[in-house]
């Protein structure tokens, strides 16, 4: 009789199991809490589960519950290329590597540490002899969703950026509190990039907070599923940021009108008077790619169409602009007013966000001059068939008109009060996916545009999150105040949101609220709008008291906010560095270009393009516009003169008057109300004058 010989059978499939494609599920060795699968570590004990999976060359990617079940949800993070997992296990310890970072796992606890490929640690799970649980912490909140507290060590000199858009004063984030929520002028992105050495993703859209304290770091979850976040390490800021961007996408390339002037204001009545702007800028014979026209244009909230009576031909409109070669930027709401015409069609689908408990309200706007009260609930735009629907309404009343770009204005949502979870959305309870809300509000316009086949799709919106980027949004830091403390905020902000995969980004020049009739105000919007001349996005919006009431209209206007309504020498400064955004604009586009490949930020910190200068990781407002330009914009009213620092590594010329200095020393530079210091190297060449 013939016999088996099994160990000719079993060997090459083993093999196979471990070289095949996928594989993750393949069971190959157990030990103590330790299984290894074909392509993943698993460990369990004590009522926790946790994997450790590739995700894509370099990078680990960690999600764990007590529910004893693990999602495949990505949220927004792409799916990166199938490698190959090292994966050695026993009874004490299991060893997970793959490329340049490997994952050290202690049996006994599941603690993790993570290091890079020259064994250096990049991060450690904390750890409390008297708390076992110490750095993963569940708190059921029923069925299989937690509040979540995940803890590594922190070492004193680490230095972190990135997590999206805070006006709290800080470049480096060390010692700061990050609220995980979207709100107007914050913007969570949970990318975390450290100075030593590695990026992080933490990849969840509920609720929470992020704690950055000298002797630990928390990331915080008020109601989720899971732990899931991704780490990957990088040699200096550049590859983690071109990493994240791999993981997150990277935006489209810039068309080249965008790289122009944009005219806006808090806001024009009509269509007459938008266009008597329009042609005031081209009879001075001075730039402006976009003018915008901002909310309640329309009839009632929710109607998403022009008020006949006020803008009574929208397609003419926007013909007259094109041919004077500006674009129409238009507001959008995802807001309906009971009163609207589309709010039964919305609510009896269940296309809203829904209150858990009371009515559908969410958000009322007091206008006391005009005596009325708006109010609103929110398309629930993470609900495929409400996006449709709601692009359809858009399509209608100002696609086919010829309006092509956007104002995603309201895009958190803002909500009022705050009570996450008191809201209901398609994906879930308010804690648990409201960050996400802004992703799906660009994703309804951009992918509306491209079906109908439009390029060069650039809207503005007001919030954002992971992988925005790859839908041609803008994103602006919102309803600022008009005070140097706000620039100077700006301006750290700004540099934190560029690292987060995010190249478009813009401020209201002059803040949002403002005063034109100060002698002080105007100081600070000179010194603005120098500073918005070397941003991705010169867009000058606000509104500027003293504010007036129109007749027939339920919202007034603030003052008017062109570069010829601050008087004479303002004027001639505006007209200036108009001139110098014309000049700077192919720079622009080169560099943009180069962010849509590998997201390589245009405005980025000094750290960005000179990591070996440690005297970069403490420099907070100056920042690089592109490899060649050096920016220290003037941060203080009635200054004569400020310190600036020259990185180390290259000889820096004074763009305005031609001085050359050697790098690594800090200088004293007078200012005068007319320029804002410039520097470039690598022989560029430019003049401020």
């Given at each position: 009789m013939k016999t088996f010989n099994f160990r000719k059978i079993l060997i090459p499939a083993l093999v196979f199991l471990l070289l095949m494609p996928g594989g993750t599920d393949a069971q190959i060795k157990k030990a103590g809490p330790f299984t290894q699968f074909a392509n993943r570590l698993q460990w369990q004990n004590e009522g926790e589960l946790f994997w450790i999976d590739a995700f894509g060359p370099d990078a680990l990617r960690f999600r764990s519950s007590k529910s004893l079940h693990i999602t495949d949800e990505n949220w927004n993070l792409l799916t990166p290329p199938e490698v190959r997992l090292e994966i050695m296990i026993n009874e004490t310890k299991a060893v997970v590597k793959n490329g340049k970072i490997r994952a050290e796992i202690e049996a006994n606890n599941g603690r993790i540490t993570y290091f890079n490929e020259d064994d250096k640690i990049l991060l450690r799970e904390a750890y409390h002899k008297h708390h076992a649980h110490f750095a993963r912490q569940f708190k059921s909140m029923g069925s299989d969703h937690f509040e979540i507290k995940l803890t590594f060590e922190a070492k004193k000199d680490e230095h972190l950026y990135g997590m999206g858009q805070y006006p709290n004063d800080c470049l480096d984030l060390k010692g700061s509190v990050l609220e995980l929520a979207q709100k107007n002028t914050q913007i969570s992105i949970p990318f975390l990039l450290s100075s030593k050495g590695y990026g992080f993703i933490w990849n969840n859209p509920a609720i929470g907070r992020a704690e950055f304290s000298m002797t630990h770091t928390s990331f915080f979850a008020e109601y989720a599923r899971q732990i899931d976040y991704v780490i990957f390490p990088g040699d200096t800021p550049a590859q983690l940021v071109k990493h994240y961007c791999r993981l997150t996408g990277t935006a489209p390339a810039i068309p080249e009108f965008a790289t122009g002037f944009w005219q806006s204001k808090l806001r024009y009545s009509s269509q007459e008077e938008l266009l008597s702007v329009a042609r005031e800028y081209k009879k001075r014979n001075l730039p402006v790619s976009v003018i915008a026209a901002d909310f309640y244009h329309w009839p009632t909230s929710g109607d998403w169409k022009f008020n006949k009576e006020f803008w009574p031909d929208p397609e003419g409109m926007v013909k007259e602009l094109d041919s004077m070669g500006i674009k129409l930027l238009v507001s959008i709401w995802p807001t309906l007013n009971i009163k609207s015409e589309n709010y039964n069609e919305f609510i009896q689908n269940n296309y809203t966000i829904r209150p858990e408990?009371?009515?559908?309200?969410?958000?009322?706007?007091?206008?006391?001059?005009?005596?009325?009260?708006?109010?609103?609930?929110?398309?629930?735009?993470?609900?495929?068939?409400?996006?449709?629907?709601?692009?359809?309404?858009?399509?209608?009343?100002?696609?086919?008109?010829?309006?092509r770009m956007f104002w995603l204005d309201e895009a958190e949502p803002e909500i009022d009060p705050l009570d996450y979870d008191n809201l209901r959305y398609y994906l879930g309870n308010g804690r648990e996916v409201s960050c996400i809300y802004p992703y799906y509000l660009a994703k309804t316009f951009y992918e509306g545009q491209a079906k109908e086949h439009q390029t060069d799709i650039v809207n503005l919106i007001r919030s954002g999150w992971i992988g925005i980027q790859r839908f041609g949004t803008v994103l602006w830091s919102g309803d600022i105040f008009g005070t140097f403390e706000s620039l100077r905020q700006q301006i750290k902000a700004g540099l934190n949101i560029s690292l987060c995969g995010i190249p478009w980004w813009s401020t209201d020049i002059g803040g949002f609220y403002g005063y034109s009739e100060s002698t002080e105000y105007r100081e600070l919007l000179i010194r603005w709008f120098q500073y918005a001349t070397f941003t991705p996005i010169m867009r000058l919006h606000g509104i500027r008291y003293p504010y007036y009431s129109i007749d027939g209209q339920i919202v007034g206007t603030g003052s008017p906010n062109e570069v010829w309504s601050y008087g004479e020498e303002a004027f001639k400064i505006f007209s200036h560095y108009l001139t110098v955004r014309e000049k700077l604009r192919p720079y622009i586009k080169k560099h943009m270009d180069i962010a849509s490949k590998d997201g390589t930020p245009v405005m980025r910190p000094l750290f960005y393009d000179f990591p070996q200068d440690s005297l970069c990781y403490s420099v907070e407002d100056q920042f690089m516009f592109g490899p060649d330009i050096l920016v220290a914009p003037v941060i203080e009213a009635k200054a004569v003169s400020r310190k600036i620092y020259l990185p180390k590594g290259a000889v820096w010329k004074d763009a305005l008057k031609g001085k050359t200095y050697k790098g690594g020393q800090t200088i004293e530079y007078h200012v005068d109300i007319e320029n804002i210091p410039v520097f470039t190297r690598n022989d560029f060449v430019f003049k401020l004058n």
């Open positions: 408990l009371g009515n559908n309200v969410l958000l009322s706007i007091i206008y006391k001059q005009a005596q009325a009260i708006d109010n609103l609930t929110f398309v629930d735009v993470t609900n495929p068939d409400a996006r449709d629907l709601f692009w359809s309404k858009v399509k209608k009343n100002y696609f086919d008109n010829g309006v």
